[in-house]
C-alpha cells in the first residue's frame, strides 16, 4: 500500500524552527516527486516547497513559495526513504496544517496534479 505519513509538527515561537517529515512506504522516494502543502484557517490550499527525485526528469529539481524562499529548506533522504522540510524563522503567517504529497509522473512544475496525499500535521507559531 501507497503511504505518506507527517510528522514533526507542534507549536513555535515566531522566530523558531521545525523540521517536518514525510515518511514514504509502497514506493520508493527516489522514483518519485514530493511536495509540501499548507492550508492555513480560512486560506486556500498553498504550495510550499518541493523536490523532484525522478532520474528521467527535465524540470528543476526543487521550487519554494515566494513566502518561504531563504527559510525553508527541502531535502530527500533515499536511505531512510523521507523527504524533510526545514524551517527556520517562523512567522504566524506559517501556522497551517502541513502535508505532503507525492506522484511518479508529475513534477515540480504541476504540483497542483500530484495524487498521493499524507493525513498532514500542524504548525503553529505563536507571535
Known amino acids: 500500500e501507497v503511504q505518506l505519513v507527517e510528522s514533526g509538527g507542534g507549536l513555535v515561537q515566531a522566530g523558531g524552527s521545525l523540521r517536518l517529515t514525510c515518511a514514504l512506504s509502497g514506493f520508493n522516494v527516489d522514483d518519485y516527486t514530493v511536495a509540501w502543502f499548507r492550508e492555513a484557517p480560512g486560506k486556500g490550499l498553498e504550495g510550499v516547497s518541493c523536490i523532484d527525485n525522478r532520474i528521467h526528469s527535465r524540470e528543476d529539481t526543487t521550487w519554494y513559495a515566494d513566502s518561504v524562499k531563504g527559510r525553508f529548506t527541502i531535502s530527500s533522504d533515499a536511505a531512510t526513504n523521507k523527504v524533510v522540510l526545514q524551517m527556520n524563522r517562523l512567522n504566524a503567517e506559517d501556522t497551517a496544517v502541513y502535508s505532503c504529497?507525492?506522484?511518479?509522473?508529475?513534477?515540480?512544475?504541476?504540483?497542483?496534479?500530484?495524487?498521493?496525499w499524507g493525513q498532514g500535521t500542524q504548525v503553529t507559531v505563536s507571535s
Open positions: 504529497a507525492a506522484d511518479s509522473y508529475y513534477g515540480c512544475n504541476n504540483i497542483a496534479l500530484l495524487r498521493t
